[in-house]
């Protein structure tokens, strides 16, 4: 593979790490600052943070089988864009500009978007490995959607 292919890919990874990052940042201030939802939030954190942990494995996994990987076409401004909002969201958050039905509402936006535009997929390869960890990511990805869906209809916000 050539290098700047490589440096590409390693690039979008190192981005898909930082918005997990800072979504699990998000959901972790949520969780501190909303302690009725606390569990909620703890969780859908922890699993942030654990798909973060996830894309260095995909990292070392490029950086060790290079030519099994290919950059997907994807938009890096856009990865750019999505992260500045998510860090956006979390200030105005530690400001106390968003109550916590608004919380609620923002994270399912967040994870909605995860699952539509399937960020996971800017890098492609038939490696097993890389399949099953970005399948599993994915599949949280809608899980969390649905779980912001149905607590969301369970504490009558509308």
Known sequence: MEENIQQKIIQILNML?????????????????????????????????????????????VEEKAEKFLAGEFNPVALKTYLAGIKNQRDRLEKGEIGRDKAFFIARDYE?????????????????GFMHLTEQIEQEEREHLEKLDDYIKSISIN
């Open 17 to 61: 790490k930082e918005i997990e990052t800072a979504l699990g940042e998000f959901y972790g201030r949520c969780a501190f600052l909303f302690p009725k939802d606390a569990q909620l939030w703890q969780e859908l954190k922890g699993d942030e943070m654990r798909h973060a942990e996830q894309i260095d494995e995909v990292v070392a996994m």
């Open 112 to 128: 909605n978007t995860l699952v539509e535009k399937k960020f996971h997929r800017a890098v492609k390869s038939i490696d097993p």
